[in-house]
């Protein structure tokens, strides 16, 4: 049986306070009634706390260990760590325990009790110690270009301090490709682009004055810019390789509504209509999730939006609407009763028979496409529609009355 709890320790030169912070973790850990495990995971560290390790894990059958042999970064230790437990709560601490491991139980009590896939700490600080004035700064701005580059919504990406519900959040944590500290801004991301449930609890940072740091400030925070201008693209959440339009989901409505509204309008409504209320919906390639938003979710439908475009699936988290990054030519179609697209599929620029025949596999009820058919650019004609459809399966293929749209129904394979 897996434990309840692992905890991944990242490691790197902490001989100064390593057997205290130990003792003061399993101190805490001593008190839950969870099966716990610690797995340090020691990152090419320089002075004794190999040794160190070695010592705590000949001590108490909870602890074992991983040595790299060079450093590699703190992300490069936790997915090491993560990858190898098993733990239904697996997380990560600072052990020179800034932010103290009492603080554990809560954040394992969150995804236990309480539904959340992610559990963070948001640090706050004590005035007594703003002595250290310049890294307090420096944090601050730094969340601040978070929030504004990212739009995630978590106010404190940095800390040290997390925890993750295996089931849901192992390909987020596993499937970032920073190995540096750059690492925690990029899965907290991650996670809120693939819909998961994210809390931030507050939490006391006390500084530890006794500690030599490994921060480094102006080569830290220019690598941090570098990375989060490199990052952004890679999620959707580029500017410079879309449209201005596509910025923003006030945006983009705008624009659709000024220049085909009335047309998109009576395209989600066809489609609608073809859907009961109170059934599980998926729609991809969703944008700003007018479908829900206008006639989904009145109507009790469980929807979730799937889009590759960050700037829109942060917007449509915002506005309460569940959606996920995703790029549907590639990445699995999330089962539902109905699968749905509307408008989305002449600007994927694949073959779209296989991605049809996904879509069919992942639905229970139907699969409904909606495309316009008549003067839109790139896009098919009411014929080229129409023999698509029929190749992949279709059950029905329906005009509008204008012929300017069709729908196609496919049934579940």
């Known amino acids: 049986m897996p ?18 912070s130990v003792a003061d973790l399993l101190e805490v850990l001593d008190q839950l009634t969870l099966e716990a495990e610690v797995l340090f995971v020691d990152d090419g560290s320089r002075d004794d706390t190999r040794e160190q390790i070695a010592e705590i894990c000949a001590r108490d059958p909870r602890c074992r260990s991983i040595f790299h042999e060079r450093n590699r970064g703190r992300g490069a230790a936790f997915k090491t760590g993560f990858a190898a437990t098993t733990g239904r ?3 990560f601490l600072d052990i020179d325990l800034e932010v103290h491991a009492l603080y554990v139980p809560m954040l394992v009590g969150l995804i236990e009790r309480h539904g959340v896939d992610v559990a963070t700490g948001l640090r706050y600080y004590l005035l007594s110690q703003t002595h250290g004035v310049l890294r307090a700064i ?22 040290g301090f997390k925890m993750f519900r295996r089931e ?36 006391l940072f006390l500084r530890r004055w006794d500690k030599t740091s490994t921060v480094r400030f102006l080569p830290d925070i220019w690598r941090y810019l570098v990375e989060l201008q490199r990052f952004r693209p890679k999620v959707g959440l580029g500017m410079l390789d879309r449209s201005p339009l596509t910025w923003t989901c006030i945006g983009y409505d705008l624009a659709t509504t000024l220049t085909r509204g009335a047309q998109t309008r009576a395209a989600y409504a066809a489609v609608a209509g073809r859907i009961p209320d109170g059934v599980a919906v998926v729609e991809l390639c969703c944008g700003t999730a007018r479908l829900a938003r206008d006639f989904l979710l009145p109507r009790g439908c469980r929807y979730t939006g799937v889009d590759a475009n960050g700037h829109f699936v942060m917007g449509m988290r915002k506005r309460g609407v569940a959606a996920r990054l995703g790029d549907v030519t590639r990445d699995p179609v999330p089962a539902a009763d109905y699968v749905v697209m509307c408008g989305g ?69």
Do not use: K
């Open 3 to 20: 434990p309840d709890l692992s905890l991944v320790i990242p490691c790197y030169n902490e001989g100064e306070h390593l057997r205290q």
């Open 138 to 159: 420096l944090s601050r701005v730094y969340r601040w270009l978070c929030r504004f580059l990212l739009d995630t919504g978590v106010r404190d990406t940095e800390t």
């Open 345 to 413: 599929l002449h600007h994927l620029g694949v073959d779209a028979v296989p991605l049809l025949g996904r879509m069919r596999a992942a639905a229970r009820r139907a699969v409904i496409v909606s495309e316009p058919v008549r003067h839109h650019a790139g896009g098919y004609d009411l014929a080229g529609f129409r023999a698509l459809a029929e190749a992949a399966g279709a059950a029905e293929i329906v005009p509008d009355a204008t012929d300017r749209d069709a729908i196609a129904v496919f049934p579940p394979a």
């Open 89 to 91: 709560v697996t997380g």
């Open 168 to 203: 849901t959040a192992a390909a987020v944590v596993l499937g970032s490709e920073s190995d540096g500290w750059f690492w925690d801004t990029e899965v907290m991301t991650r996670a809120a682009l693939a819909g998961l449930r994210i809390h931030e609890f507050p939490v």
